[in-house]
């Protein structure tokens, strides 16, 4: 398998979700996913990992990553969560206000791929969180979750309105990882695990039917992987 990928990844969360799911699936589309890496939060080489905060450790993170490897084989991008990217990368990008919709999100991953001018390079940032994803299986978190039933079962009449779960945000109490830590106890204790039992549970074709960017991003490396 010569075709490879590497992702650059927001916190533990996304990192198990590399390792554990997307890792597998892609492997049967002829793609080879790395070992992820977290964001840099500091110009240390040495320092903490996880937290898309610092937009100038993350740069010059990159850059190194692009340089240490030049194998015209190898592709890479990023699972960065829209809610509260760095300040920094907002500006870049031109906005003074939230990012919400599609094409807001559009632009700020053109900045960042701007940035750097690397070919093999395509960014990804979701919308508006990871946790959307969970939200597209209400009956597998009610799987996994059953002891929270009543919860589970607010959150999902609350959220009953939406077709797309990457439409859910709103606010500091709302957006899809309030949303979970709201329904479930101790949620957040053991995030990334929890995230990960819920996927697994769902199925990855169950979220991108009704999580389309996350589908369209996860399609170009299908596609890729499978051409001569």
Known sequence: MSKRLFIYCEGQT?????????????AHHGVKVERPELCATSLDPQGQRGGFVNWDAIEFDLKQTFADDLDPNLRFTTLLDVYRMPPKLLTMSGF?????????????????????????????????????????????LERVFHRDTAGLQTMRTDIAGFANAEDINHGPTTHPAARLAAAVDGYEDLKASNAYFVLAEAGLETVRAKCPRFDEWLKQWEAWGMTA
């Open 14 to 26: 996304e990192e198990m979700f590399v390792e554990r799911l997307l890792r597998n699936h892609l």
């Open 96 to 140: 003074t206000g939230p990012v919400t919709t599609p094409a807001d999100v559009e632009t700020v991953e053109k900045t960042i791929e701007d940035v750097f001018s690397e070919s093999r390079f395509k960014a990804y940032l979701q919308r508006h969180e990871l946790e959307a994803l969970l939200l597209a299986d209400t009956d597998a």
